[in-house]
């Protein structure tokens, strides 16, 4: 059974509407994006949502 801790943590995301996705990458990839974000001192979630949210902007301009 999940600890209480888990629950409410769960219940917060889904109402604030956080998912969880998995991508199969390259390894070498994964590790050089994780290294250029500490270089720079951002987030590795942070930075991938800023580009995820520019490309679907470059998109969404072309439609």
Known sequence: ???PQTIAT??????A?????S???KKDVV???ADAC???GVSAAGQ????MQGFIAEV???E
């Open 1 to 3: 059974m999940a600890k």
């Open 38 to 40: 500490a270089k720079v």
């Open 10 to 15: 769960r219940k917060y995301e889904a109402k």
């Open 23 to 25: 991508y199969k990458l």
């Open 60 to 62: 969404e301009k072309t």
């Open 31 to 33: 590790e050089a994006y």
């Open 17 to 21: 509407g956080w998912v969880s996705k």
């Open 48 to 51: 991938l949502t800023k580009m």
